[in-house]
């Protein structure tokens, strides 16, 4: 039986938990004492509970997230009122900021606030060694990777008797990587995680990330080892979780053209990037990677200049939409590109100007944020000029303000949803654009949105046939399209998903095509963007 089970709740099961893998790895002499156990979001927190309980375990330590945090918090409680003495230990980014103010904190006996992966192993370490610190909530000091900590080791500073970490710790000084943790199934089944770089240098007051500093590196050497190894064991897709990818030209031309030299079809790389940041020599490199093998995820956020420089975000419009366009015409990425309703001073309309503004630039995806009030984070300094109000319950997002009142953040919500069934999905690429041909985009497929909501009551559960049937209706009925043509459309757009059947609406114009045999799909990227590709 371990002493030591690490837990968390995963927003899916797909999704495979990286910080515990790191707190696993850094255990050293205690990591055969430990297990991982993981669940999602969806599993009863009293069978979440059995399981962790079955271990028998000294210690539990939670991974507490905004996405996982009402569900964890009845885990834990449950935990101490049937076992009282075994060690609650919670960590996290959702219980490293405001700790005090969370319910949760209550039932822990040790929260470790910021990034625990080598404060956790000490932890445990004295607990087990019945030498427990006296404070309840230990604020952990910024871990180092081995080569940005190699010059320090002959002057590290010791600690007091009763400090913390213990000064007879024969646990690791530096960060070990965790990625022999990832057992073949995740690497067959699951999103495999990796990251090159923690924190960012910038300071965007909603974002969490900005309290995150200095940026640090992974020893690129080892970095690209552990790589090496997973490509080895024959890991495709990898999703790095680097804030700024783009950041360090040095190591993300080196990262590039270590997956570009082993490119073999199926590699799959997501990356997060500043969009005005793409100097030539990355340009030339990201240019030679073939379609789909690329996806980045673009926080454009706001283009209102205004907003952007209250809440201390910097970025260049005009080089975010050259880097775009680039992006668009000469290289097979696939974009992402996100968006936040509800910043302060950013109204429906300026709103609307910066949408259509990112529509014109053609990212395949553009995710609509409803902005969240991220526990920590410095945007709280605006609510009481701009009425912000947020939902005290996780993810926090804005429910009104002084711009945008609850009814439009609702119908924004319903907007977000719509976008990425109808436009996200890739499932309508050639009809979709015909709702705004010559129009407001935004404009256009608000309207498209509340009228949907008017006709299905709900943003979730539409099966494509009834979306097909909507889209046809609002193109021809509403908006006086020629039916031929948006049947056309429609009917290329339902192909292209691999549906071989003839939905009643379309029959009139499309009764003598041929249904084509469903080609096997030879691209490797994941589904939704290999719909963008087709
Ligand atoms: S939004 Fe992006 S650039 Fe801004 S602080 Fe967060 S991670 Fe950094």
């Not at 999704?15 to 707190?23: M, P, T």
């Not at 060694?129 to 002057?155: H, M, N, W, Y």
Request: proline share 7%; charged share 25%.
């Amino acid at each position: 039986m371990p002493d030591i089970v690490l837990a968390t709740l995963n927003a899916k099961y797909p999704h495979a938990a990286f910080g515990l893998r790191y707190l696993h790895a850094n255990l050293g002499p205690l990591a055969d004492r430990a297990v991982i156990l993981e669940f999602d979001i969806n599993q009863r927190p009293t069978d979440i509970l059995e399981q962790i309980l079955a271990q028998n375990p000294k210690i539990v330590g939670l991974g507490v997230y905004i996405w996982n945090a009402a569900q964890t918090t009845l885990v834990a409680a449950d935990l101490k009122r049937l076992r009282p003495d075994v060690m609650l230990v919670l960590g996290g980014p959702e219980i490293s900021y405001e700790t005090d103010q969370q319910e949760i904190a209550r039932y822990a006996d040790y929260v470790i606030t910021g990034e625990a992966d080598l404060a956790f192993a000490e932890l445990c370490e004295r607990i087990l060694a019945g030498r427990r610190p006296l404070q309840k909530v230990i604020a952990a000091e910024l871990p180092e990777f081995e080569a940005a900590a190699t010059k320090r080791r002959s002057d590290e500073p010791t600690k007091g008797e009763d400090g913390f970490p213990s000064v007879a710790s024969s646990l690791n000084r530096f960060v070990a990587l965790p990625y022999p943790l990832y057992t073949d199934h995740d690497l067959a089944h699951r999103v495999v995680y990796v990251e090159a770089s923690r924190g960012c240098p910038f300071k965007c007051e909603f974002c969490l990330s900005s309290l995150d500093v200095p940026v640090r590196n992974v020893p690129l050497e080892s970095f690209l080892g552990a790589m090496r190894s997973l490509l080895d064991r024959g890991l495709r897709q990898f999703k790095f979780v680097d804030r700024t990818f783009n950041l360090n030209l040095n190591v993300s031309k080196a990262i590039l053209q270590f997956f570009l030299d082993r490119y073999t079809p199926g590699l799959f790389l997501h990356f997060e990037m500043i969009p005005d940041r793409l100097p030539e020599a990355l340009r030339a490199l990201i240019k030679q990677f073939p379609p789909g093998a690329l996806q980045f995820e673009v926080g454009v956020q706001t283009f209102n200049e205004e907003v952007s420089a209250r809440i201390s975000r910097r970025q260049d419009n005009a080089k975010l939409e050259d880097n775009l366009r680039f992006l668009r015409e000469e290289t097979g990425v696939h974009v992402h590109a996100d968006l936040i309703v509800g910043l302060p001073g950013e109204t429906l309309d300026s709103f609307a100007a910066g949408f259509d503004r990112l529509v014109a630039l053609r990212p395949q995806e553009i995710q609509v944020g409803i902005l969240k009030r991220l526990r920590g984070t410095p945007i709280v300094r605006h609510d009481a000029e701009f009425g912000m109000v947020y939902s005290p319950h996780p993810p926090y997002e804005i429910l009104q303000n002084r711009d945008l009142d609850f009814a439009t953040i609702q119908r924004f919500r319903r907007f977000s949803r719509y976008w990425d069934l109808l436009a996200n999905s890739g499932n309508f690429r050639d009809a979709l654009p015909l709702v705004w041909r010559d129009a407001s985009p935004f404009a256009r497929f608000l309207d498209l949105s509340d009228a949907l909501y008017e006709s299905m009551g709900r943003n979730h559960g539409i099966a494509l046939q009834d979306l097909a049937g909507f889209l046809f209706r609002h193109l021809t009925d509403r908006l006086g399209h020629d039916p031929a043509s948006v049947a056309k459309a429609i009917w290329s757009d339902y192909l292209r998903t691999g549906r071989s059947d003839r939905p009643m609406f379309l029959r009139p114009y499309v009764a003598d095509e041929p249904i084509p045999r469903r080609a096997r799909d030879a691209s490797a990227s994941p589904r939704r963007q290999a719909r963008h590709l087709a």
